[in-house]
Each structure stands twice: as structure tokens, then as C-alpha cells.
């Protein structure tokens, strides 16, 4: 009765092992790219106002006709983005006085982050009120997104008033 229960556990065991040994394996994938998903690399992204993308100078009667206008987000393909959120700065001329009653120019900035673009009705209306020659806008850390959800960074702007 041992010998059947010896030959019993024994040729279990024999079958466990053998069926461990006889699994299919799969192959190694050849590469990380297999076990992720492909690396993104966005496209290089313009902002636009008008047709101004670059640093540029323009006159105070071209800051006054532009400033109401759309942001636009374009890449060299001339696909079009849409803007997720800008920061814009308004950096204004400006005077300080001294104790002695010394004027001397100075600058102030305003600035805050946007959603939506154009700019709001208060901003282009004080900005259409105060612009000057020496002043400048800048439209910066201005975020696109694509026609799949993808959220990436577009140039700066920066336009000085001469």
C-alpha cells in the first residue's frame, strides 16, 4: 500500500513539474518603445497676433488696431491650435517723484493670466486709452492644445511700441 501511495505522489509530481516546464513563453519585447507608448515630441508652436510671431516694434496706431484681435497658434505645417491659457503683460511708461520733487521715468507692468482670447473688453479698453511710444505687450507661457488633448507650449510674443 506505500509503493501505490509512493508511486502515486511520485508521478504527480512528475506531472506538476513536467507541465511547469511546458508553458509557452513569450518573447521579449525588442525594445522600451513595445512597453510604452511612443515618445511625444510636439511641434514647434507660434503665437500670432494678427501677423505679427516675432519680437517685433510697431507704431502706437498698429497696437491700437491689433490689440483687440485673436491670439492664434500655429506650427510650420500651418496647422492651427487652440489656446488653452496666456499670461499678458502691459508694461506702461511711467514717472516717479523723488523727495526732492525730481521726476524720473519709470515703468509699471500689469499683467494676469487668460483663458479666452481676445483679450477682455476692460483690458483692451484701458490699453486703448493709456498706449504710448515706449511701451510694450508681451504674450508669454501661452499653452495650445491640439485637435487630441495635448497640452504644449507656444512661442512667446513681444511687441514694443515705438
Known sequence: ????????????????????FSQVKKPAPKSNETLYAKKFKPPK?????????????????EALRIIDLPLTIHDDKNTAYTISSYQFLYRKKGVTEDEAGNLSPTSTISSDRFKVSPLPPLWINIIKEQV???????????????????????????????
Request: charged share 25%; no cysteine.
Open 132 to 162: 504710448k511710444s515706449g511701451e510694450e505687450f508681451y504674450f508669454f507661457d501661452v499653452i495650445a492644445k491640439d485637435s487630441h488633448g495635448k497640452v504644449m507650449y507656444a512661442s512667446n510674443l513681444k511687441l514694443m511700441i515705438r
Open 45 to 61: 508652436l507660434h503665437t500670432m497676433l494678427d501677423k505679427y510671431k516675432d519680437s517685433t516694434s510697431i507704431s502706437v496706431e
Open 1 to 20: 500500500m506505500r509503493i501505490i501511495i509512493r508511486l502515486l505522489f511520485l508521478s504527480f509530481s512528475l506531472f506538476i513539474t513536467l507541465s511547469t
